[in-house]
């Protein structure tokens, strides 16, 4: 397999200057894939059974100590989350795996996310390449914006992504209703959001396991 580094290099998304003053070391980068979604080969579900019997309980109870998954609670802190009651990504996805007793297989994407979020730490998220326009970035929600499919008007200066035109989902949170993959998405857009403490090469790499995921899925 070719390397898909040189085949399609990520994109750094843009910020908002007053989140890069306020929040230094946020940022956004993504990738886009030339398929959807789907049904997971036998050879995704065995790596994420796998992947399920390596991840134990020990893991996941020290799992907030690392690096990476620390840096996100004490973003999460200073946005105003409470990573307890709110658990980062990585967190949510190691927690289900504790109440279900292994990360059970959902369909391609979600399981190449389930598995790059494991191995990586870094949040990721998935739009409908051709319900969104590039470039992506981050920035601040507008007094009298709202996230469609959503009720009501957002919390001025809420932190949202956003594409040319409107914001398509919260940083942590819900996504606009229709820019998120469905059955009829036919090109995905990945994407991943750093946060102080957490290196470039992490979020590349989160990026990359998804993309190889998806190739071999």
């Given at each position: 397999?070719?390397?898909?580094?040189?085949?399609?290099?990520?994109?750094?998304?843009?910020?908002?200057?007053?989140?890069?003053?306020?929040?230094?070391?946020?940022?956004?980068?993504?990738?886009?894939?030339?398929?959807?979604?789907?049904?997971?080969?036998?050879?995704?579900?065995?790596?994420?059974?796998?992947?399920?019997?390596?991840?134990?309980?020990?893991?996941?109870?020290?799992?907030?100590?690392?690096?990476?998954?620390?840096?996100?609670?004490?973003?999460?802190?200073?946005?105003?989350?409470?990573?307890?009651?709110?658990?980062?990504?990585?967190?949510?996805?190691?927690?289900?795996?504790?109440?279900?007793?292994?990360?059970?297989?959902?369909?391609?994407?979600?399981?190449?996310?389930?598995?790059?979020?494991?191995?990586?730490?870094?949040?990721?998220r998935a739009f409908d390449a051709?319900?969104?326009?590039?470039?992506?970035?981050?920035?601040?929600?507008?007094?009298?914006?709202?996230?469609?499919?959503?009720?009501?008007?957002?919390?001025?200066?809420?932190?949202?992504?956003?594409?040319?035109?409107?914001?398509?989902?919260?940083?942590?949170?819900?996504?606009?209703?229709?820019?998120?993959?469905?059955?009829?998405?036919?090109?995905?857009?990945?994407?991943?959001?750093?946060?102080?403490?957490?290196?470039d090469i992490a979020v590349e790499?989160?990026?990359?396991?998804?993309?190889?995921?998806?190739e071999t899925g």
């Amino acid at each position: 397999m070719s390397d898909p580094v040189d085949d399609r290099p990520t994109e750094a998304g843009f910020l908002d200057p007053s989140l890069r003053d306020e929040f230094p070391g946020l940022g956004l980068r993504y990738v886009s894939v030339d398929r959807g979604s789907g049904r997971s080969s036998r050879a995704l579900k065995e790596r994420l059974r796998v992947l399920s019997d390596r991840f134990t309980g020990a893991q996941a109870i020290t799992l907030r100590r690392r690096p990476i998954p620390s840096a996100y609670r004490v973003f999460f802190r200073h946005i105003g989350l409470d990573p307890d009651e709110q658990p980062t990504p990585v967190e949510e996805i190691a927690l289900e795996r504790m109440k279900k007793g292994g990360f059970v297989s959902q369909n391609l994407l979600d399981d190449a996310l389930t598995i790059a979020t494991i191995e990586s730490g870094v949040a990721l998220r998935a739009f409908d390449a051709d319900r969104v326009s590039v470039p992506l970035g981050l920035r601040l929600s507008h007094r009298g914006e709202g996230l469609e499919g959503r009720r009501g008007e957002l919390p001025p200066g809420t932190i949202v992504i956003a594409d040319r035109g409107r914001p398509i989902g919260l940083l942590f949170g819900a996504i606009a209703a229709g820019r998120g993959v469905s059955p009829k998405t036919r090109r995905m857009l990945l994407s991943s959001i750093q946060v102080k403490g957490v290196p470039d090469i992490a979020v590349e790499e989160a990026l990359w396991l998804v993309v190889e995921a998806l190739e071999t899925g």
